[in-house]
């Protein structure tokens, strides 16, 4: 496959610890080791909902990028901003990278909604080409309008990491939630679920930046106060590759109640480890998580969360439980891309969508 160059524009720093950031870095290093030439644009202002500043930043990137130069644009840049992309869309080969689409938040009030949703289908129009990162996120951006010729789905990959070994012996199950703390990732719905079974013997580590929604984060730490938990949720907050790593080592179980996932990287991060998963149905976490290596319950639903989580933290059937969704995640994690065929396949797609 010949190399190519590509301008990679993305809101703030790239290297930002969530899951669509982590992509982008990924993807952005793997085509440099493949011989490509990225340069990496971040952008000013507030995103996603896009503020004077955001557009006069994308605006001033876009202007200063040479004519027929192949950019991508990560969907939190632009989704709110189609007036710049549509007015460099024809001196540019402009593709947008969608994790999930804006309008899909949890939270948001209805008029917001309805606003992202027009914005963000009004900014794709003017793409010549879409990656995404699942088959379900290509499902909905065809009913945004996006014609399937014109998609493509590059799922991130994962790399070797050693099995999670649990915590010490004569320690309670360790539960881990890896995820910014957002209304989307359902921190208040864990929250109320562990309440439910606080009868039962466990921790929780939830890492994650509290810095994205602060007025949520102060809610969901109240809530923990109040209800006593104080002493056994734990929230460190961004936490850097190894500390993470030791904090999946440790861990008996990964629990994650999104509303909505695009795709969901820590639960195949949590996959790849041999850990059993307690999720939900939102959005694709059913396509990224086996069913035979987790529980899935409906989003927002604390009573089936801590029915859950407390089938496999029951005594000594809990944890034959739990070393049995193991098994299957170990199992599943063989099929599992690496990051290495992970950015062939994203190259690929931008040499198809955007050719030389």
């Known amino acids: 496959m010949n190399a190519g160059e590509l301008h990679l524009v993305v809101p703030g720093p790239l290297d930002q610890r969530t899951g669509g950031y982590l992509y982008d870095a990924r993807m952005a290093a793997g085509l440099a080791k493949l011989?490509?030439?990225?340069?990496?644009?971040?952008?000013?202002?507030?995103?996603?909902?896009?503020?004077?500043?955001?557009?006069?930043?994308?605006?001033?990137?876009?202007?200063?990028?040479?004519?027929?130069?192949?950019?991508?644009?990560d969907g939190l840049g632009m989704g709110a901003l189609p007036g710049p992309v549509h007015a460099h869309a024809g001196r540019l080969r402009l593709l947008g990278l969608v994790h999930h689409q804006l309008a899909d938040e949890t939270g948001l009030p209805e008029k917001e909604r309805t606003r992202l949703g027009?914005?963000?289908?009004?900014?794709?129009?003017?793409?010549?080409?879409?990656?995404?990162?699942?088959?379900?996120?290509?499902?909905?951006?065809?009913?945004?309008?996006?014609?399937?010729?014109?998609?493509?789905?590059v799922p991130p990959g994962t790399q070797p990491v050693r099995p999670a070994a649990g915590p010490g012996t004569g320690q309670p199950p360790l539960l881990l939630c890896v995820a910014t703390v957002i209304p989307r990732k359902g921190h208040d719905v864990l929250v109320r679920a562990l309440e439910r079974?606080?009868?039962?013997?466990?921790?929780?580590?939830?890492?994650?930046?509290?810095?994205?929604?602060?007025?949520?984060?102060?809610?969901?730490?109240?809530?923990?106060r109040t209800a006593g938990l104080e002493g056994r949720i734990d929230f460190p907050g961004e936490c850097g590759e190894l500390l993470l790593e030791e904090l999946y080592h440790g861990t008996s179980l990964f629990v994650l109640p999104s509303h909505y996932e695009g795709y969901g990287m820590a639960y195949a991060e949590a996959l790849v480890?041999?850990?059993p998963v307690v999720g939900t149905t939102g959005g694709a976490v059913p396509h990224t998580v086996p069913a035979r290596a987790s529980i899935l319950v409906p989003p927002g639903d604390d009573a089936a969360l801590a029915e859950a989580l407390g089938h496999l933290l029951a005594g000594s059937a809990g944890a034959a439980?739990?070393?049995?969704?193991?098994?299957?995640?170990?199992?599943?994690?063989?099929?599992?891309?690496?990051?290495?065929?992970?950015?062939?396949?994203?190259?690929?797609?931008?040499?198809?969508?955007?050719?030389?």
């Open 197 to 224: 079974i606080q009868a039962m013997p466990w921790s929780c580590s939830c890492a994650g930046s509290l810095d994205s929604a602060p007025e949520y984060a102060r809610a969901v730490l109240a809530q923990v």
């Open 321 to 356: 439980r739990r070393a049995r969704l193991a098994f299957a995640a170990r199992q599943h994690a063989l099929e599992l891309p690496g990051w290495d065929r992970a950015v062939d396949v994203f190259a690929r797609a931008l040499l198809e969508l955007a050719p030389d």
């Open 35 to 73: 011989g490509w030439t990225v340069e990496v644009h971040s952008l000013d202002g507030a995103f996603p909902e896009g503020d004077e500043r955001a557009e006069a930043s994308l605006t001033a990137t876009l202007a200063a990028i040479p004519d027929r130069a192949r950019v991508l644009i």
């Open 273 to 275: 480890r041999g850990l």
């Open 118 to 153: 027009a914005l963000e289908r009004e900014a794709l129009a003017a793409c010549a080409g879409v990656i995404v990162t699942s088959t379900f996120t290509c499902e909905r951006l065809i009913e945004y309008g996006v014609p399937r010729a014109l998609l493509r789905a």
